[in-house]
């Protein structure tokens, strides 16, 4: 996945261990996917994923590569039955001001095809209705 690597989980003497990356951006998109209902899961909890919706794109999208890729966004509308986003057009995990603004992150399988603008996508909302722990 990108961003979030390198990533561990395992056990040492019986103890689970997650072990997560150095980079601040990746710590927190794999916070939201395997920290937090981890330890929703060892608290004997339901374990709470990030909720999915879908937008639309502003503009076209370049076919994705072999990993699924978390892509932070920001919303430019939301008047209409599905919010349009737009891409940061760098998306490199060391730059934390896109993080500090964006407003969802787009979802992109592996080997993904091109998507021309107005098309639907994946997006995780980045605000509180992803309950914190």
Request: aromatic content about 6%.
């Amino acid at each position: 996945m990108r961003p979030g690597k390198p990533l561990m989980f395992g056990s040492f003497a019986g103890i689970p261990m997650l072990g997560m990356p150095g980079n601040p951006v990746s710590s927190l998109i794999c916070s939201f996917l395997f920290l937090i209902p981890a330890l929703d899961a060892l608290r004997g909890l339901t374990p709470r994923t990030p909720p999915r919706q879908r937008a639309i794109l502003s503009h076209a999208l370049k076919e994705n590569d072999q990993r699924e890729d978390y892509m932070r966004a920001v919303i430019t509308d939301d008047a209409g039955e599905l919010p349009v986003i737009r891409l940061f057009e760098k998306q490199d995990s060391s730059m934390l001001s896109p993080l500090s603004i964006a407003d969802c992150l787009v979802v992109r399988a592996p080997f993904a095809a091109a998507l021309p603008a107005g098309s639907e996508v994946d997006i995780i909302p980045l605000n509180r209705r992803y309950p914190s722990i």
